[in-house]
């Protein structure tokens, strides 16, 4: 059993993370006031001292606990970093990320510190209402106080037991935004889910000084994270059983953490086992890797998820310039970090080239995704790009990405039918592979539409992913969260479960790559399953009086650019009849709306359907 301490963001992402486990948990704050949905958790209120802490893991059986709390829960973190290393329990501390301290703030060493050197006639603290009692001493020194603190009457209460008056308080309508007339503002480093930067910009906008008082340190714990993937990873290595199914890293962070380790090595002379990784999230996992004979290398993990990638060795080579040197200084003598340069990606054998347009980059180009390449340059900038200027002339860096095995491994891909040819292409969005057996993913989805039954919403919209249901949100202002409900690809699957539960009304958002496979009959739109039938799509063309022969095109979304746009209304038009021929059925007594949603956002669908004032 797993306990997790929240009441935080990164509570709420723990939350997450756990809940696709299936599996019980416990989730315990100190107020209770924290509003959050749990499905397998069980929430547990009140504060926990050391010795409530060792009973409630002795009567549940906690075999892990994960710290959560606020970076500034000393006694929190105190007592968890006790509890683990008497009862021999492992803990994990799930931390915020916080970016790197500016110069120009005025960083202090706690609230004495504060006391000793703010000097300013007013100041805005927003430092929580904790912790007016302890800056009452300002005042005492001249310094006019106000408090800015969270609009719930148990803090108004507090504040004012604590000293403070009617006019000192004001309250966070935007935590980030800053209106207040003061001098100086006192702020918490509170890491970036805490809106630390954007408190800090909107100070700097009304010409504040800053003061910022530095997270103190967490006890030591051997395992830190600081995100959900990270934890989940995490629990998975120390608790194995928990999650039915593990998961994976994609191929384009493999690539990252190859890259990551050969520049290490070429700058700087280390080989560690395992590398840190900044994910697209912002993240850090710490990924193993390997070395050869000039290169670097990761091994790809899929998890448990079915993937021809597996086990796979995904190398990197870096050479400071085109003529394959090292780098241009000595080992001894470098500085740390080294100097600017450019990086440049390259493919080498065994990873694809894209030979068709549609894709993110040109035909000839590696079949290396954005996000990898995003991935790729945002960690050796981590290595290689200095602080500050250097007088060492910019060299390019060039990293290769090479897979032994990978041509003979892209034949077994639907990488040939799409134009990619050589090897296996480089991919990724969130850097980790979530594995879902179908029957485990579509009982996730049965939960959430019951839980989007129970909220009494007029209608449920299901979506694809979220940025489908971010372009429809805006259609159904209305409706509560739980309203939208996520089916992946399993289309039909989610529309029986609306009819078994007598959903009467049905919203199905929809993208083109996925509806051209559902109009073809295709209820399932995973691309193991299926690929887009061109000649179909080529057949509703000619239906919507269209001439123009797409047989060329890889990629679904390319249709918004070659038909002419006046023409785009009566392409929609057929694609959502042809999907109501094969969903209706599913819903026989309720009434179901299809959304069209093109790239930028634009909805399509039949007039009568729209929302009102659409």
């Not at 970093?81 to 703030?105: G, L, W």
């Not at 890259?259 to 994910?279: F, H, N, S």
């Not at 990086?343 to 079949?367: N, S």
């Not at 179908?438 to 449920?460: D, L, N, P, T």
């Amino acid at each position: 059993m797993i306990l997790v301490f929240g009441g935080t963001t990164e509570g709420r992402k723990a939350i997450e993370a756990l809940e696709e486990a299936g599996n019980t948990f416990y989730y315990s704050t100190k107020t209770g006031e924290q509003d959050v949905v749990l499905h397998h958790g069980i929430r547990v209120d009140g504060a926990m001292d050391v010795e409530a802490m060792k009973i409630f893991c002795q009567e549940h059986d906690i075999q892990l606990m994960v710290d959560a709390g606020h970076p500034f829960a000393e006694v929190l973190h105190q007592a968890v970093a006790e509890v683990a290393e008497s009862m021999h329990i492992p803990a994990i501390r799930f931390e915020r990320i916080f970016p790197a301290r500016d110069p120009d703030i005025v960083w202090l060493d706690g609230y004495e510190d504060a006391i000793d050197r703010i000097g300013e006639k007013t100041l805005l603290a927003t430092t929580g209402v904790q912790s007016i009692a302890r800056l009452k001493p300002l005042e005492e020194k001249g310094v006019k106080m106000m408090y800015r603190i969270l609009p719930r009457e148990s803090s108004v209460s507090l504040a004012k037991r604590l000293g403070a008056t009617d006019d000192q308080l004001c309250f966070y309508e935007d935590s980030n935004k800053i209106d207040i007339d003061a001098e100086a503002i006192l702020l918490k480093e509170s890491g970036q889910t805490g809106g630390f930067t954007e408190k800090v910009e909107a100070s700097r906008r009304r010409g504040m000084k800053i003061y910022a008082i530095k997270r103190p340190a967490t006890p030591a714990l051997s395992h830190h994270v600081n995100g959900e993937h990270g934890l989940r990873r995490m629990v998975e290595k120390l608790l194995p059983e928990f999650y039915p199914l593990h998961s994976g890293l994609t191929t384009g962070t493999c690539a990252t953490a190859a890259a990551v380790a050969a520049t290490k090595r070429l700058l700087y002379g280390e080989m560690p086992a395992e590398v840190p990784v900044i994910l697209p999230n912002g993240e850090t996992i710490m990924v193993p890797v390997g070395y050869g004979d000039g290169y670097a290398y990761c091994i790809k993990e899929a998890g448990d998820d079915p993937d021809v990638t597996d086990g796979l060795e995904i190398r990197a080579t870096v050479d400071w310039n085109e003529n394959g040197a090292s780098c241009p200084l000595p080992l001894a003598s470098r500085p740390l970090p080294l100097a600017p340069c450019s990086i440049i990606i390259r493919a080498g054998k065994g990873v694809g080239r894209f030979t068709l347009p549609g894709f993110d980059y040109p035909p000839g180009e590696p079949a290396i995704n954005k996000g990898p390449r995003k991935m790729i340059l945002q960690n050796l900038e981590q290595c290689i790009m200095p602080p500050a200027p250097c007088s060492l002339p910019p060299a390019p860096c060039i990293v290769t990405i090479s897979v032994p095995n990978g041509a003979e491994v892209a034949k077994k891909t639907f990488n040939p039918r799409l134009g990619i040819e050589g090897g296996i292409s480089i991919i990724g969005v969130s850097g980790i592979v979530k594995p879902f057996s179908e029957e485990a993913f579509v009982e996730s989805i049965r939960k959430c539409m019951v839980v989007a039954q129970a909220s009494g919403a007029e209608r449920v919209v299901i979506n694809s992913g979220g940025k489908s249901e971010r372009f429809v949100r805006a259609l159904y202002p209305d409706l509560p969260p739980q309203a939208f409900v996520e089916y992946g690809n399993y289309i039909g699957e989610t529309l029986k479960i609306a009819h078994e539960l007598n959903i009467q009304r049905v919203t199905l958002g929809v993208m083109l790559g996925k509806a051209v496979k559902l109009a073809a009959g295709h209820l399932d739109t995973h691309s193991r399953k299926t690929t887009m039938d061109i000649d179909f799509v080529q057949k509703m063309l000619e239906e919507s009086g269209i001439a123009i022969d797409i047989r060329s095109i890889t990629l679904a979304r390319e249709l918004w650019e070659r038909i002419p746009t006046p023409q785009i209304p009566a392409f929609c038009g057929t694609v959502i009849g042809h999907c109501l021929q094969h969903c209706e059925p599913l819903l026989p007594n309720g009434r179901l709306t299809i959304l069209l949603i093109a790239d930028d956002g634009t909805i399509h669908s039949q007039p009568q359907e729209l929302p009102q004032g659409q």
